[in-house]
């Protein structure tokens, strides 16, 4: 995390106001020190402590970052000898930590703006539609070769599982289950399936 100067990030106005001239730039400079030298010391417990509190690492350094501004607005309490320190920075950092987290929660959930609408529900004519052209086809075809399409197509079989069920070999299901489909296929251009059709 690189330490901006409070002042920069503030456009150079400090605690009091507007400074003018060598004094005043002199007391810039030994605030950016005490800041930087405070961040030497302490930022490093400072970062991991915010980042275990909000489990974000950019967002915990932000809340350092806002720590040390602080810390800079209030340097008195860092030179004044009255308490620690590292406690009242730890304070600041949990309270900044505290704020960020209830603004989120009471920000509503964001929604991506390309998110996809949902899925509109099916209309079920087409299947209707599909259903009166092939049962028709279906009823059309011998009865070894309807019963290999039923078992592996609509009951979802292996060709094992439908050769155990029919009791004839794998081989049969796999010839039947070809011929089956190339017949089907024909009666769903308009053509016989029937005549002509070779039958294993």
């Known amino acids: 995390m690189s330490l901006r100067s409070p002042g920069a990030r503030r456009g150079r106005a400090t605690r009091n106001g507007p400074r003018t001239g060598s004094a005043a730039e002199r007391q810039d400079a030994a605030d950016e020190a005490l800041i930087r030298a405070v961040y030497a010391e302490h930022g490093g417990a400072l970062l991991a402590f915010t980042t275990r509190l909000l489990g974000d690492r950019a967002a915990a350094e ?35 930590a505290t704020d960020r987290v209830r603004a989120q929660r009471a920000r509503p959930a964001e929604v991506a703006e390309d998110a996809a609408p949902p ?21 059309r075809l011998s009865a070894d070769h309807r ?54």
Request: charged share 20%; hydrophobic share 45%.
């Open 62 to 96: 932000d809340v350092v970052q806002e720590v040390l501004v602080r810390a800079w607005q209030h340097a008195d309490v860092l030179t004044n000898g009255k308490g620690s320190v590292r406690s009242w920075l730890f304070t600041v950092a949990r309270n900044l």
């Open 119 to 139: 899925p509109l529900s099916g209309d079920h004519a087409d299947r209707v539609v599909d259903t009166l052209t092939v049962l028709p086809a279906l009823e």
């Open 147 to 200: 019963e290999v399409l039923q078992q592996v197509y609509f009951q979802g079989r292996s060709l094992p599982e439908t050769a155990a069920v029919l009791g004839v070999p794998p081989g049969t299901v796999k010839s039947r289950s070809y011929y089956a489909l190339r017949a089907l296929r024909t009666a769903l251009v308009g053509r016989d399936p029937v005549e002509g059709a070779v039958t294993p």
